[in-house]
């Protein structure tokens, strides 16, 4: 692009202004008062702050329950991720090889991401609601008394079916579209060289969607970690008592409800930090083992 | 190797677009067959049917005495070159080639030994661990060839695989093609829609139209008996003159000159398509008596000699002759006149 395009030098800046005020009021300053805060120990009535160096993060790091939480939510968000990935993948695999009626069914499948995360909650809880709902009474049938909200794994395995199911529909577009742009040729020659349908899959077209699974991978796991507040919250409604949550939604019980705004902000930070290392982590050794065309 | 047999195929798309119409083809063993035509004509199509990428409506297809009209594409032992080479962008040149040997599950060494043997004759042995995406033109050209080579199939399909290659390239390409093909003596299917291709390369040509053939026959019956208007406008460059005419007691009146045939050839009163090579006339000897006076309206200088292009009457023609002296407007002409065609105006079909 030629520099001359602009009048005056300044107006590229003034082009990215609203950008970037929009991202340092609602992520760099947040994050510094975070960090800020994650050293102080905060009157709950606000009448002042006490520095009380990294006890915050060792009080977090030394509990008991934040270390259980932070168990749940690495498996949390390895179920979540996969079960999403690996279901979406079949979908698009199945609906990629459908060639009658092939609109109506990618319609369908896609609406569901048109639904808000606390609705997909609410219709999710509906499913297994203790009355109603009908995946209740599936699991009685198979004589399993089921009790969301009550049972800790119970309410776990319902925060994970409603997640998963909100985040398939997203997966099931990108996978379909990466399906969708292996060029038929290639499909063809693999069609003369390969007879079992299933292996020409796995050697072909999977390899071909390395980059939209790696994509998917990073977008999943911060789904699982942090989109996922809506439909925890809308489970376990405020009163997380002895039900599974994630790290996210104990920053949120600790600072709002609990008016622990250090802790809070500490967990926070571990939160920032685990999300830094593992995307660099993602970038530097998985990207590199993706073929990118 | 095999004999591949195309017995009265037709190919229906929905909505009862006809793209193939009974179409019947012999193809001998170690024949290089040609598919040639324009855009649309159905020899994609028909190719595509043999390999098993489109389902055929009617008719049967044979290959080596077997019907393989609902064979699996992996089963009908055949290897297709591709438009675009289709490599997998994923694997190394080695892998590419030795992908369709591992999956019907030839053992290592066998899989080394061709991929090597493949790999010496088409000159890539420093390039195997190579990605398609590192390599030339050319090159991915060759290893789509050398993935083709190393299965030892019945049969070679071809769809148009120079098409995507500079001119140059091109040229020498269909050297290597043809040189290869005689070597291996794999019976060959070949698509393209360039005429010179076909020419050049072709033991028998198919000419296509409207998904019928116009004419099977070798490179020289094909340019020099053109069974119709059309195989004699498509084949050969610069392109046949074809022009209006009419027949008057044996001899061919254009404009407002008549042709005297002196028997030559027979030809039937009424309007007749007189099509004409430009190297079958020439400027007539001084003193000789000419054929025709073509009206010169400009030359193409082309080194090796010039093309001239005139008209007679409403009639526009092109003779080639060696380059020389200019040309005065008015140029007195011969007719080879053993080498004429004349079809029938209606049908197109040759008299």
Known sequence: MKRTQFSSPVLPYLFLLPQMTVVFIFFYWPSVQAIQSSFYLEDPFGFGSTFVGLSNYTDALGSGEYLKIAWFTAVFTIVVTFLSLSIGLLLAAKADGVIRGSSSYKTLLICVYAIAPPVAGLIGMMFFDQHIGPFVKLAAWAGWDMKVGINYYDTAFAMIVVSVWKQIPYNFIFFLSGLQGVPVSIREAAAIDCRSPARRFRTVMLPLLAPTAFFLLVINMTYSLFDTFGIIDVIVKDKAANNPITLVYKVYMDGFRGNDIGGSSAQSVILMIVVFVLTVFQFRFIERRVHYN | ?351
């Open chain 2, 1 to 351: 190797m095999a004999h591949v047999t195309i017995d009265r195929v037709s190919k229906d798309y929905q909505a009862g677009v006809r793209a193939v119409d009974s179409v019947s083809i012999d193809i001998a063993d170690s024949e290089f067959i040609v598919l040639v035509g324009p855009s649309g004509c159905g020899k994609s199509t028909l190719l595509r049917m043999v390999a098993g990428l489109e389902t055929i409506t009617e008719g049967e297809i044979g290959i080596g005495g077997r019907v393989i009209n609902h064979v699996d594409p992996a089963d009908r032992d055949i290897a297709m070159v591709f438009q675009n080479y289709a490599l997998y962008p994923h694997m190394t040149v080695r892998n590419n080639m030795a992908y369709g040997l591992k999956n019907r599950g030839m053992n290592r060494a066998d899989i080394e030994k061709r991929v090597a043997e493949a790999a010496a004759i088409l000159r890539l042995q420093d390039y195997l661990e190579r990605r398609p995406r590192q390599l030339s033109g050319g090159q991915r050209q060759r290893v789509a060839m050398g993935r083709a080579i190393v299965r030892e199939p019945a049969a070679f399909l071809f769809d148009e695989p120079l098409s995507n290659l500079d001119a140059k390239l091109r040229v020498d390409m269909r050297g290597e093609i043809k040189q290869l093909q005689k070597r291996l003596g794999t019976t060959s299917i070949y698509v393209t829609h360039d005429q010179l291709e076909a020419m050049t390369m072709a033991d028998r040509i198919v000419v296509l139209n409207g998904g019928r053939i116009e004419q099977i026959g070798t490179p020289l019956d094909v340019y020099r008996q053109p069974q119709s208007a059309f195989v004699a406008s498509f084949i050969g460059s610069p392109a046949m003159n074809l022009i209006t005419a009419r027949g008057e007691s044996g001899n061919l009146v254009i404009g407002d000159q008549t042709v005297v045939m002196d028997g030559a050839m027979t030809v039937p009163d009424g309007p007749v398509t007189l099509g004409v090579r430009a190297e079958d006339m020439k400027p007539a000897d001084h003193g000789a008596t000419a054929h025709l006076e073509l009206a010169i309206d400009y030359v193409e200088e082309l080194g090796a000699g010039r093309l001239v292009h005139g008209h007679v009457g409403d009639a526009r023609l092109a003779l080639s002759t060696p380059s020389g002296e200019p040309l005065s407007d008015l140029l007195p002409i011969v007719f080879d006149r053993q080498r004429l065609h004349l079809f029938d105006t209606a049908t197109g079909r040759r008299l």
